[in-house]
């Protein structure tokens, strides 16, 4: 029988949120948003919209900013991953549930359970977690009392100083107006009746074509949102990422053949990705990349620039 054991694991992650101290670029995007934080933290909302095409990172920029805002200003990020969600009780599910889960404070999640009733399940050792189990209805309950529910969190977040909720891949909410109604709907309530009280801020990301479907269903929702459109990233950061990894690796290759990459990676970040795993996994235990090495990675930016 031959033997299949790899010991070794490639530093490179295509289709994956990329971990924060490996991301590189998106500085004046970061600073940006960073910037209205501690207004957020005063209760004054601030929302956030990040728009970019098929393996641009949205996600990835999206989880950097949560862990950097975690981090530097103790806001508890609450992430969303929106895919293959279309109606507005799939996303409040497991909105809900995140929220639930992710709240330290031990008597407000003992009162928590008390009024969601037998809408709620503890599971886990100990009651170490939360299943959110929704009977009939009881969802658009939650829907139309979303201000009351996050405003009740808010009070209850200890020592932090607010929430981040991520939605991240809100396509499939574009397809009818009930997310927007229902979003533009909050957003008034949080603005108006809770004015400096509850720390909450929202990052929303797509595709752009499903951020001007959303504005088409009600145009005023554009503006509940600063807009970030993810460009292709510079040489010069992805010429960092590629140096930077092949060097925890002890891979080598000349200023030519670096150079050759960083074109064929067209700066889009999944490509980057994905020419990374595929060099790592040729070379071999010279760790010594050549140009039939490079030239064959050129295949992997056909699917994105045709």
């Known amino acids: 029988m031959k033997d299949y054991k790899i010991t070794r694991q490639s530093p490179f992650t295509p289709g994956t949120i990329v971990d924060p ?30 728009v970019g095409n098929r393996g641009m990172g949205k996600s990835s ?34 909105l809900v549930q995140e929220l639930l889960n992710n709240i330290g404070n031990k008597s407000w999640a003992k009162n928590i359970i008390q009024s969601f009733g037998d809408n709620i399940q503890e599971v886990g050792f100990m009651s170490a977690s939360l299943k959110f189990t929704p009977k009939q209805n009881y969802l658009d309950t939650l829907i139309d009392s979303f201000d009351v ?35 533009r709907g909050m957003m008034h309530k949080l603005t108006f009746e809770y004015d400096g009280k509850i720390p909450v801020s929202f990052i929303l990301t797509s595709y752009p074509e499903n951020l001007i479907k959303l504005q088409n269903h009600n145009e005023s929702f554009n503006r509940l949102f600063y807009h970030y459109t993810l460009p292709l990233l510079s040489e010069e950061n992805v010429k960092k990422f590629f140096t930077e990894k092949f060097n925890t690796e ?14 064929c990676s067209y700066g889009i970040p999944l490509v980057m990705q994905e020419i990374g795993d595929n060099i790592y996994w040729l070379c071999d235990e010279s760790k010594r990349i050549n140009l039939s090495i490079a030239l064959r990675n050129r295949k992997s930016i056909k699917h994105y620039t045709g």
């Open 21 to 50: 101290k490996d991301f590189v670029g998106r500085e004046e995007i970061i600073k940006n948003i960073v910037k209205h934080i501690p207004t957020v933290i005063r209760g004054k909302n601030r929302n956030f919209y990040i």
């Open 61 to 94: 920029l999206s989880y950097y900013i949560a862990d950097f805002l975690k981090e530097n200003y103790s806001i508890i990020p609450i992430y969303i991953s929106n895919e293959g969600i279309e109606d507005l009780n799939g996303l409040m599910f497991h």
């Open 149 to 183: 529910f996050i405003n009740d969190v808010t009070n209850n977040i200890g020592n932090n100083n607010g929430i981040l909720i991520i939605i991240d891949d809100i396509n499939g909410l574009s397809k009818t107006p009930e997310f927007v109604n229902w979003f």
């Open 250 to 263: 002890n891979i080598t290759c000349s200023e030519e053949i670096l150079n050759l990459i960083v074109q």
